[in-house]
């Protein structure tokens, strides 16, 4: 990969990924409310709601809370492009535990007892789900001999046929990613009495507008390791993959609002007993198969 | 009708109601009535929140409250006074603990009379909030043209 197909990537990703991913958001609540039967909102409310946070008056609660956040996006941009430029995968990992550092320190920057027990549970959650990221990166370099993702639209056949397992713990790690039901433990929607808003109570007015938007390239990033899955040489398999990104989605949904949320114990306990045990099963069947 | 008609979300705040106004609140979140077809969204955080409906009349205890989640809202801001009791004091008016409706304590933009007060008059209310929100962030881009 070279700098310029790189900042190709970069403006592509900054530019097309906020419409996908707000569309996507989008999606997701009127589908969630025609599950709830309701009719809900229109298509576009994210970006309504993006825009009028950014019309608000600004009173951050210090004066670092909005750089903080504003590196948050600014390295999940980073991560998004370098993964849709075909770049190393372990530089996409690395990029994009910097983003949630920063959110992290965003929260407890305000040092507000809502947004600590937000930002502690958001470590938590990191430490959740990254060593499956870690086993998913050595996963790929057994299956593909590569850590560049460019490599994943040469391959003979999919990299799901190579490592399922890790699809499936990668699909039970997506929910904590994601923020969703059973595992929004950092930044609840639906637990105003127990958190208020979690990691992001303090965030108002542009500060929670660049969130949200963080969470968008995020999505579009997370559902792009998904597609990641089912590329190969063929040059239909990106339909494939297209499909199975939505198929993906629309499950995330659905457990979104089958399940009550977890303690963070359970969550912990799940997702390293997933990660451990069809990681590992994968991982030494590739070696030794 | 800009975003901020589009996307109001409302923060809840029970003064000292009997809840029935609280429940009727709550109601109009249901499927049957289902505000977010408006975008209205109840945050249950002032700083997220656009809208304030308080419901129940003021005493010397909950007014500090109310105050400050007054003052953690973010301008453009609209207050809604849900039910009688919000309103005027409604029932309870005569107490020897209750100093009024919602209007002792902080400036309010509309009133939502009725005991309990119909999800449709709260709607009806926040709808017409929605007006004011637009008059106060046009006054806001005012003002910070103004400042340049
Ligand atoms: S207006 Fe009526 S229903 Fe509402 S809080 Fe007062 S007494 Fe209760």
């Not at chain 1, 809370?65 to 590196?71: D, E, K, R, S």
């Not at chain 2, 709260?122 to 929605?130: C, E, N, S, W, Y």
Request: aromatic share 14%; hydrophobic share 55%.
């Amino acid at each position: 990969m070279d700098l310029i197909s790189f900042v190709i990537a970069l403006v592509a990703f900054a530019l097309v990924a906020p419409f996908l991913g707000g569309l996507i958001k989008g999606a997701d609540r009127i589908i969630t409310a025609r599950i709830q039967d309701r009719v809900g909102p229109p298509l576009l409310q994210p970006f309504y709601d993006v825009q009028k946070l950014w019309a608000k008056q600004s009173k951050p609660v210090n004066d670092f809370i909005g750089f903080y956040v504003l590196m948050s996006l600014i390295f999940a941009i980073l991560a998004g492009a370098f993964f849709f430029a075909g770049g190393n995968f372990l530089m996409v990992v690395f990029v994009l535990t910097l983003s949630a550092l920063f959110f992290v320190l965003a929260a407890f920057s305000a040092r507000s007892p809502y947004a600590d027990a937000g930002a502690s549970r958001e470590i938590i959650q990191v430490a959740a789900y990254e060593p499956l990221v870690i086993l998913m990166a050595v996963a790929f370099y057994l299956a593909s001999h590569s850590f560049n993702i460019s490599v994943s639209a040469t391959l003979e056949k999919p990299l799901i046929c190579e490592i399922p397992l890790i699809f499936l713990a990668l699909l039970f790690v997506l929910t904590i990613k994601l923020r969703k039901s059973p595992f929004d433990l950092s930044v609840a929607t639906e637990a105003h009495q127990e958190l208020v808003k979690g990691a992001i109570t303090e965030f108002s007015g542009r500060t929670l507008a660049l969130y949200e938007v963080m969470e968008w390239y995020e999505s579009v990033l997370f559902l792009g390791w998904v597609g990641l899955f089912f590329v190969f040489s063929a040059g239909w398999s990106w339909f494939l993959a297209l499909g199975c990104v939505i198929v993906v989605y629309f499950l995330e949904i659905m457990i979104d609002n089958n399940f009550a949320r977890v303690k963070w114990q359970a969550m912990f306990k799940w997702s390293w007993l997933v990660t451990l045990v069809l990681g590992f099963i994968n991982l030494f069947a590739l070696y030794w198969i | 009708m800009s975003s901020t008609s589009k996307s109001p979300w409302v923060i809840h705040y029970d003064a000292s109601s009997c809840n029935g106004c609280d429940i009727e609140v709550l109601a109009a979140l249901t499927p049957l009535y289902d505000v977010e077809r408006f975008g209205i969204v109840n945050t249950g955080n002032p700083k997220h929140a656009d809208i304030f409906l308080v419901t129940g009349s003021v005493n010397d205890r909950c007014r500090p409250v109310i105050q400050q989640i007054y003052d953690q809202m973010l301008e453009p801001k609209v207050v809604v006074a849900v039910g009688a009791c919000a309103c005027t004091g409604g029932v309870f008016r005569d107490c020897y603990n209750i100093e009024g409706g919602a209007d002792s304590a902080i400036p309010v933009d509309v009133y939502a009379p009725g005991c309990a007060v119909r999800p449709e008059t709260i709607i009806d209310a926040v709808v017409q909030g929605l007006g004011i929100l637009e008059q106060k962030r046009a006054a806001l881009k005012a003002a910070k043209k103004a400042k340049r």
